[in-house]
């Protein structure tokens, strides 16, 4: 009888383990939000483009001179000058140098929300549904990369400092 339970719980065994491996579900891990740029942005959300195109924000990198942009120039406290002026500056994703990010020159939506990559998904997939976001469905990933006194600084004057067309 021994002998019998013995032989059954070796066959039992490993067909619980092909079992339990064949249900598993071959989930990736999920990958980090990446930013997409105000143009992603403005396809949904065109009224706050509009708003955000009359800013400073939007004109940071222009506003920048020459002389300032390489990672090299640092400030005081030394982050490098163009951390303030582009989008995603240091992060996973975010903006590299004016050629490969084109797309994240100047402060934009992603600033202060967050990359949103995952929330532009979301959204293509509920469109396609033909859905809404819900009430407590997560409506965009926001990370707040940055604060705005990381930039705007109350106790010095970059306009003073660096000239008239200086942010601060």
């Known amino acids: 009888m021994r002998t019998k339970a013995l032989y059954l719980s070796g066959l039992f065994v490993p067909l619980l383990l092909v079992a339990q491996v064949w249900g598993e579900k071959d989930e990736k891990p999920q990958a ?4 997409i740029g105000a143009k992603s942005c403005k396809m949904c959300h065109n009224r706050q483009h509009r708003g955000w195109n009359k800013m400073k924000h939007a004109a940071a990198w ?3 001179p020459a002389d300032f942009r390489a990672p090299e120039k640092q400030d ?3 982050r490098a000058c163009l951390s ?12 590299v140098n004016a050629t490969e990010s084109k797309h994240l020159l100047g402060v934009q939506c992603e600033s202060c929300h967050g990359p949103g990559s995952k929330h532009k998904a979301l959204a293509k997939e509920l469109s396609a549904a033909k859905q809404k976001f819900q009430a407590g469905q997560e409506k965009f990933i926001l990370l707040k990369p940055t604060g705005c006194a990381d930039c705007h600084n109350p106790h010095v004057s970059y306009a003073k400092k660096y000239g008239p067309k200086a942010g601060g």
Do not use: D, I, M
């Open 32 to 35: 980090a939000p990446t930013y």
């Open 62 to 64: 222009e506003n920048l």
């Open 84 to 95: 303030c002026h582009v989008t995603g500056y240091g992060q996973p994703g975010g903006f």
């Open 76 to 78: 005081a406290k030394g």
